[in-house]
């Protein structure tokens, strides 16, 4: 297919195949094991609301464009960046759009690592000694220096494997099965611990509304945080899924499609955590202590919860390998781009350079530090850089003709407006607000 940037290459089937695609790259460990926990601080119902609200702005103007400036480039971040910086007479256009390409090269190399952790900790459930074990020494043992690194490989080399199949045989066709496998196990661990003694007031903790928190800045600020990181909109890899994305189909009905599911999928891993964690008395923390010592915990003490435990990795490990697979797309793209390559000697590239940068920060304390300096300062920086490329550098008046494609009605100058003036300013902010809360994604 021929794109206005003047690249050929493949495309998903239908729209159906690049949602599950982008909800998949979207679902990852934010949605696991930060959604429930900032659900239940900062308000429940009332925090919902906020979020929403932050969901539907990002997803009708920010995920829309990154899809429009793919599509319409034929490419990933490097060329797209470039195309627009040309379109104005400028140049540099490439080395901007390497600082969102390192991003995604920067949380792939991190995530591969916990994606080995959560494959270890899938296996030790079949086993039993995951559940049998203290928690805290088995997270320990598995988080120490080179402590999974067989499990690391394994992640890196099924994601690999998935990207030199290609777009349609590799990308699409395991999101496809992943990703609606990935929500009938979460619906299924869902239903399972609404019937435990307790968990009514995990749904109470979650859904009762407590306004005052409305009040409160710092509600705001995480959950215009938690929506932006969770729909990925990080100016690389939502713009690499749009450059496979037909001219036919309809730009804003795929990012509103993809931002539902991912909220979605959020709440599905609330309702299936928080209920459960209540009912056991346990705390509701966050991050990979909730996944890794607490769950369980959990799980342990659960009627049927080993086969739970095995249902609930599996879908964790599902969501891991397709964010890891956008990510690691994003820089095998560029590789292929920019020197010529072909598809599978710039995806074993790629992946062997995640491996290598992730075995020297397998211990946690490094990992912890990698992941903060590239999700505080990078991703976001990224992020911000892509809002200004697509509506400020190339304009609203190329993206929304690309926009129009596939649609009935045509772009309002309101969503023009909003994108510019308002989204893009949200970006600068998320950026700032990142660096003074050290991290709000």
């Not at 995530?111 to 494959?119: C, D, M, P, R």
């Not at 049998?132 to 043992?141: H, K, N, T, V």
């Amino acid at each position: 297919m021929s794109h206005s940037g003047g690249k050929q290459g493949a495309t998903f089937t239908n729209r159906l195949g690049f949602i599950l695609a982008s909800v998949g790259s979207a679902v990852g460990m934010g949605n696991i094991w930060m959604f429930p926990y900032r659900v239940s601080q900062y308000g429940g119902a009332a925090f919902l609301i906020v979020y929403f609200g932050f969901i539907f702005l990002f997803g009708w103007v920010g995920l829309s464009g990154e899809f429009a400036l793919g599509r319409l480039t034929g490419t990933g971040p490097i060329g797209s960046y470039d195309y627009a910086m040309k379109s104005r007479g400028l140049r540099g256009g490439k080395v901007l759009g390497a600082i969102p390409m390192i991003g995604s090269l920067g949380i792939a190399v991190g995530y591969a690592v916990i994606v080995g952790w959560v494959l270890r900790y899938f296996a030790g459930s079949l086993t039993g000694s995951a559940l049998s074990a203290q928690p805290e020494g088995y997270f320990d043992a598995i988080t120490g220096s080179l402590g999974s690194w067989p499990w690391h490989v394994i992640v890196v080399v099924a994601t690999g494997l998935i990207l030199a199949a290609g777009v349609l045989k590799g990308i699409e066709k395991v999101s496809r099965v992943m990703m609606p496998t990935f929500f009938i196990l979460f619906i299924g661990v869902a239903v399972w611990v609404f019937f435990l003694d307790g968990a009514l007031a995990g749904y109470e903790y979650l859904l009762v509304p407590d306004w005052g928190q409305l009040l409160n800045p710092t509600t705001w600020v995480m959950a215009m945080g938690q929506a932006f990181f969770s729909l990925s909109i990080t100016g690389s890899g939502m713009i690499i899924y749009g450059s496979y994305l037909s001219r036919k189909e309809d730009i804003s009905a795929s990012a509103m499609s993809t931002a539902v599911l991912d909220t979605c999928a959020a709440l599905l891993a609330a309702f299936a955590i928080v209920p459960a964690v209540f009912a056991f008395g346990l705390p509701t923390n966050s991050g990979p202590s909730l996944l890794f010592i607490t769950l369980p915990r959990v799980f342990a003490q659960m009627p049927g919860g080993q086969v739970v435990a095995v249902v609930f990795f599996l879908s964790i490990i599902f969501a891991g390998i397709t964010s890891l697979v956008n990510m690691m797309e994003v820089c095998s793209e560029a590789v292929m781009r920019q020197f010529g390559w072909k598809r599978v000697p710039s995806v074993a590239l790629v992946a062997a350079v995640v491996l290598a940068a992730g075995l020297f920060i397998e211990e946690k304390d490094r990992l912890d530090a990698w992941m903060d300096v590239i999700s505080i300062y990078v991703v976001p920086c990224g992020a911000l850089l892509g809002a200004v490329m697509i509506y400020w550098v190339l304009g609203p008046k190329k993206i929304d003709q690309e926009l129009n494609l596939g649609r009935r009605r045509p772009v309002s100058r309101v969503t023009d407006f909003v994108a510019r003036y308002v989204y893009v300013l949200l970006t600068a902010v998320v950026l700032v607000l990142s660096v003074v809360y050290q991290g709000i994604g």
